[in-house]
């Protein structure tokens, strides 16, 4: 998958050189900083609703953003497949109260 820092979401990620990959086999899509591997976001779809699990940043990358730039990241490529979400991990929750622009994403 391509660089996906477009212009509606600039200011949440702050690093620039992010690539997101999406393994729908495994249920993950995981975070690289050029040739880094920075972290995931675990899930499960199912009928159209995606449940993310939980958001894993390899520790020496956390407190720097990485993990707000990737679920960022992950809502934005679901919301183009109009998948609906269940936060079930809670930094993702805690996402959601700060960004409520995704909550039209929530599913039920």
Not at 9 to 24: A, C, F, N, T, Y
Not at 86 to 96: A, G, R, T
């Amino acid at each position: 998958m391509a660089d996906r820092t477009h212009s509606t979401v600039p200011e949440k990620i702050v690093h620039q050189g992010l690539r997101l990959d999406h393994d729908p086999d495994r249920g993950r899509y995981s975070l690289w900083h050029g040739a880094t591997y920075v972290g995931f976001v675990g899930y499960h779809l199912e009928a159209g609703v995606a449940t993310l699990q939980h958001t894993i940043i390899n520790e020496e990358y956390g407190r720097h953003g990485y993990a707000r730039a990737l679920v960022t990241l992950v809502l934005e490529d679901l919301r183009t497949q109009d998948v609906k979400i269940v936060p079930e991990c809670s930094y993702v929750q805690d996402y959601l109260r700060r960004y409520p622009e995704y909550n039209d994403m929530l599913a039920g």
